[in-house]
T-cell receptor, first 112, second 115 residues
Framework: GDSVTQMEGPVTLSEEAFLTINCTYT??????LFWYVQYPGEGLQLLLK?????DKGSNKGFEATYRKETTSFHLEKGSVQVSDSAVYFC???????????FGTGTKLQVIP | DADVTQTPRNRITKTGKRIMLECSQT?????MYWYRQDPGLGLRLIYY???????NKGEISDGYSVSRQAQAKFSLSLESAIPNQTALYFC??????????????FGPGTRLLVL
């Protein structure tokens, strides 16, 4: 079945550091890929998404590129802020009547 | 007002008690989901419903039941709560008309403690 693997956290960075959170997936067909973010005390919300190979999703300074050849969708940000501290989930959706598969989440802590 | 609401936000109960968690949405979405979140395990799907007449088990449905009372309402019940059901529970909705780009919209969560 489908699966999503994320790097284990927590990840601790200083403000303005470069961020990479790795995500790889296993799926049949051509799923859509997503990054969701969960701020403390809140539910998950969509951060960005990509629907086909080589698509780049971007939002709030975060970017991720759909790499079919490496089955990856790594999340990056050039300069993190304290307000980016949250848990980040990678997910895939095959579409249709198939359910979404989430990774286990990576906690990011940004210190001033 | 929030598009997806959950009640209660926090609940403490005792082993063996029956409890219900409720979810309401104003997004007009047909699809609704219940997940639980545990540290280190991420999100696990309990039940999902693709429309009012459709209910499906997820990967961890044992010990849980659901009711889809209307398009806007999806309730999760623990018939006889046990301590390992202590977790953070999320309701979510999605719109199938968006196809493969289908985004899930989450409620704020219910933190449940079973003593």
């Amino acid at each position: 079945g489908d699966s999503v693997t994320q790097m284990e956290g927590p990840v601790t960075l200083s403000e303005e550091a470069f961020l990479t959170i790795n995500c790889t997936y296993t799926a049949t067909g051509y799923p859509s890929l997503f990054w969701y973010v969960q701020y403390p005390g809140e539910g998950l919300q969509l951060l960005l998404k990509a629907t086909k190979a080589d698509d780049k999703g971007s939002n709030k300074g975060f970017e991720a590129t759909y790499r079919k050849e490496t089955t990856s969708f790594h999340l990056e940000k050039g300069s993190v802020q304290v307000s980016d501290s949250a848990v980040y989930f990678c997910a895939l959706s095959p579409g249709g009547y198939q359910k979404v598969t989430f990774g286990t989440g990576t906690k990011l802590q940004v210190i001033p | 007002d929030a598009d997806v609401t959950q009640t209660p936000r926090n609940r403490i109960t005792k082993t063996g008690k029956r409890i219900m968690l409720e979810c309401s949405q104003t997004k007009g979405h047909d699809r609704m989901y219940w997940y639980r979140q545990d540290p280190g395990l991420g999100l696990r799907l309990i039940y999902y419903s693709f429309d009012v007449k459709d209910i499906n088990k997820g990967e961890i449905s044992d010990g849980y039941s659901v009711s889809r009372q209307a398009q806007a309402k999806f309730s999760l019940s623990l018939e006889s709560a046990i301590p390992n059901q202590t977790a953070l529970y999320f309701c979510a909705t999605s719109d199938p008309l968006t196809g493969r780009t289908e985004t899930q919209y989450f409620g704020p969560g219910t933190r449940l403690l079973v003593l």
